[in-house]
């Protein structure tokens, strides 16, 4: 008979405080962590864990990128994309960030009973010229129809490989005190962007998700030589959460300066029209890159050369620095001069965005 090592009934989860299930658990601030680091790592995780967008795994001589996420992004059409796209530039992005060339996507869809085809038919297009673009090939897929009412149109679902062509070690525990953080593009515009469609907001400008697919970037910055300790993409929960997640991680300090964190003044004017903080907003097409400040200018020189190229706005920027003290702290220096600690997000803003 086979014995079950370490089985408890009880839950570590605070049943009392959490009976069910929240929309914040995957709305990338406190409660998702929580739920991560005391449910899913106890039972799944192994002591060599890093909580990087992507496990790395060797192959034979080969080291590899591996990572997998779902879709169920409400509406599915908003300006700048749709959930099929998204589909393919958040997993092509969470292999860029361990610091992998994307190669193969996997692409399950849940179909709820009554989706126009029409509305299929435009999001697998869109699949397709996404991963065109990104230069990736979808190998394999599934397909699932659920009760009408009970799937919200589409979900989707995917898994990423990906090669790594170097010897870095890309992940949070690489993270050093005197790391340059540097920021790619000005940040919130992918919340915002889904937030007007679904609640019919109408501004002076139409506002765009920044979706795009990251690993050519990052392939510059790697071809360049540019010494990267880590990368993170502002995905749920934000640069705030993201920031969080990698000083936890590495037991470090994060310092940064609100003044140099570019954020558009139609986004901004629309996080104060809603009471939102643009910090916590998600993005589907910006990172961090943590680098020694020996390589920081040079980095950032790339960055903005490749906006640049792709008829962007030069928004990529450093925006703060890796202390050791006080550990696992994020300290934001204000516009008004005065330091406050970021905190993880402990609810949900925009729930229902990736």
Not at 76 to 89: E, N, R
Not at 226 to 236: A, F, N, P, S, V
Not at 247 to 252: E, L
Not at 253 to 282: F, H, M, N, S
Request: charged share 20%; with cysteine; aromatic share 4%.
């Amino acid at each position: 008979m086979t014995r079950l090592k370490n089985f408890t009934l009880s839950c570590p989860i605070p049943i009392q405080q959490y009976p069910t299930v929240l929309l914040a658990h995957g709305g990338g601030g406190r409660l998702m962590h929580q739920l991560i680091e005391q449910m899913f790592l106890p039972i799944f995780g192994s002591p060599n864990d890093v909580q990087h967008d992507a496990a790395v795994l060797s192959l034979s001589s080969h080291r590899i990128a591996f990572t997998t996420d779902s879709y169920v992004v409400r509406p599915l059409f908003f300006p700048g994309g749709d959930i099929g796209s998204l589909a393919v530039h958040g997993t092509v992005n969470d292999l860029a960030m361990a610091g992998a060339r994307p190669l193969y996507l996997s692409l399950g869809f849940i179909l709820e009973e009554g989706l126009p085809m029409e509305t299929l038919w435009r999001v697998v297009q869109s699949l397709k010229q996404a991963a065109d673009s990104a230069n990736v090939k979808i190998v394999t897929g599934d397909t699932k129809v659920v009760d009408r009412g009970k799937g919200d149109g589409i979900f989707i679902n995917t898994a990423g490989v990906g090669i790594l062509e170097h010897n870095q070690r890309i992940n949070p525990t690489s993270v050093q005190p005197g790391d340059i953080i540097l920021l790619s593009g000005d940040i919130g515009r992918h919340g915002i962007a889904i937030m007007a469609v679904r609640e019919g907001l109408e501004f002076e400008t139409t506002i765009e998700s920044d979706s795009a697919p990251l690993a050519d970037l990052v392939g510059e910055l790697l071809s360049a030589n540019i010494e990267i300790h880590c990368l993170r993409d502002l995905t749920r929960g934000g640069l705030a959460s993201a920031l969080n997640e990698i000083a936890s991680a590495a037991n470090v300090a994060i310092d940064i300066d609100e003044q140099k964190i570019p954020v558009r003044e139609d986004v901004r004017g629309a996080c104060e029209l809603l009471g939102l903080d643009p910090l916590y907003i998600a993005n589907e097409g910006r990172f961090i890159a943590f680098v020694p400040s020996s390589d920081a200018e040079r980095a950032l020189g790339i960055m903005e050369a490749y906006q640049e190229k792709r008829g962007d706005a030069k928004t990529a920027c450093a925006i703060g620095e890796v202390r050791e003290q006080p550990a696992k702290s994020v300290i934001l220096n204000s516009k008004i001069g005065v330091d406050r600690l970021l905190e993880m997000l402990s609810g949900e803003q925009l729930p229902r965005i990736c």
